[in-house]
């Protein structure tokens, strides 16, 4: 069994504040971590926009995919966590743009909050590239 791994970082603080990987390769497995709508300086794309958040985290999520030589087709898992469960529709619609015709298992859950006030929406991913 193949046991490299391989890191994708954005190199922002938080990697090595808190100690992770945008997404780790291991094998046939890709997971993304838990991803922001939070831009290279630091900033929060669509403040108040759920839809806006949820579409600008799945490009930080395509872009960590590509850099790990996989592609948003071989997700097999997202989970979303929201600050506002009434925001799911937007929040689904939003993910659907993405995921309608891949159809990957996926959870909505609401939480308590995010790392910052502004935030009202965060992914994770879990893609299987198969053998390698």
Known sequence: MDRSRQHVSSETEWESRVGYSRAVRAGPHVHVSGTTATDEDGNVVGRDDPAEQTRYV???IQNALEEADTTLEDVVRTRIY???IDDWD???RAHAEVFGEIG???SMVEVN???SPELLVE???TAYVGSE
Do not use: F, K, N, W
Request: no cysteine; charged share 20%.
């Open 90 to 92: 937007a929040i689904g």
């Open 104 to 106: 990957p298992a996926t």
């Open 123 to 125: 992914i994770e991913a």
């Open 58 to 60: 799945l490009e930080i």
């Open 82 to 84: 929201v600050v506002d």
């Open 113 to 115: 909050r995010l790392i």
